[in-house]
């Protein structure tokens, strides 16, 4: 299969309810024409709150079972990122689920310092690769994008997923780095991040987006909430390397903790 029909969910999300929230989106996809992969924004359930003991939940809480529940219902894989308790503390975590019930995980390595990320939350060691029907997926999590040699490519993968609670403040950087991260991997990036203003007074911009591994940009959601869905295609990944294989010169590294 080389076809992926994408749909994005660039959602303004109910602050502090993840009950609320869980109700909203699966009225969002109700009508979902079909589709092979939804992405939902970083902490979809409740948003950044100051306690993330809060709202966090068990690695098989109610979050996980509802998007267990949408991907077999909607015969869909389904990804975005909440609260999950690791011990004591919590890890900013992607869940992927897939219709045959196969599910992994990424905890967000890269923990945003400015806003005390660092001292709520446990990062995450170990970077997550995917293989479904037929593609090489990579998912990352928000400020995981300001760090290129953690979002390298070593030909291992040929889609990049960012969820994120990105600011309006910094919609230049976000997209711009977007654009960098598939320039410099020869694959596609998908951006999905929230809209509206959060219980802490930061408005977000959305400005959810595709972009082709040339640095085209496929789609561009803007700034409305809403459910945005497009194509991409594996053979333009395999043709822009075979034209343009900047990647058989790329430098060999290794990531140390």
Request: net charge negative; proline share 5%; hydrophobic share 35%.
């Amino acid at each position: 299969m080389t076809t992926l029909r994408l749909a994005l969910v660039q959602t303004d999300p109910i602050w502090q309810d993840p009950s609320g929230n869980r109700q909203s989106l699966a009225e969002q996809l109700a009508d979902l024409t079909p589709t092979d992969l939804v992405i939902l924004p970083e902490m979809f359930t409740a948003g950044f709150g100051s306690d993330p003991k809060r709202f966090s939940e068990p690695s098989d809480g109610e979050t996980r079972q509802w998007l267990q529940q949408l991907s077999r219902q909607h015969n869909i894989a389904i990804c975005g990122s909440y609260g999950v308790d690791v011990g004591d503390k919590v890890a900013n975590r992607l869940v992927w689920c897939q219709p045959d019930q196969q599910t992994a995980f990424y905890d967000k390595r890269h923990l945003f310092r400015m806003a005390g990320e660092h001292t709520r939350y446990v990062s995450g060691k170990d970077k997550l690769l995917l293989n479904y029907l037929g593609w090489r997926i990579n998912p990352q999590v928000c400020y995981d994008l300001r760090f290129p040699v953690w979002c390298r490519s070593r030909n291992d993968f040929d889609l990049q997923i960012f969820v994120a609670n990105w600011p309006g403040a910094r919609r230049l950087a976000w997209r711009t780095l977007l654009q960098a991260r598939a320039i410099e991997n020869q694959a596609y990036v998908i951006g999905v991040n929230r809209t509206g203003t959060d219980g802490k007074g930061l408005h977000y911009t959305g400005d959810s987006l595709v972009i082709a591994p040339d640095g085209e940009i496929v789609l561009d959601a803007g700034d409305r909430a809403g459910v945005y869905c497009t194509d991409i295609d594996l053979n333009r990944v395999r043709e822009w390397r075979e034209t343009f294989p900047a990647h058989l010169d790329a430098d060999d590294f290794s990531i140390l903790d």
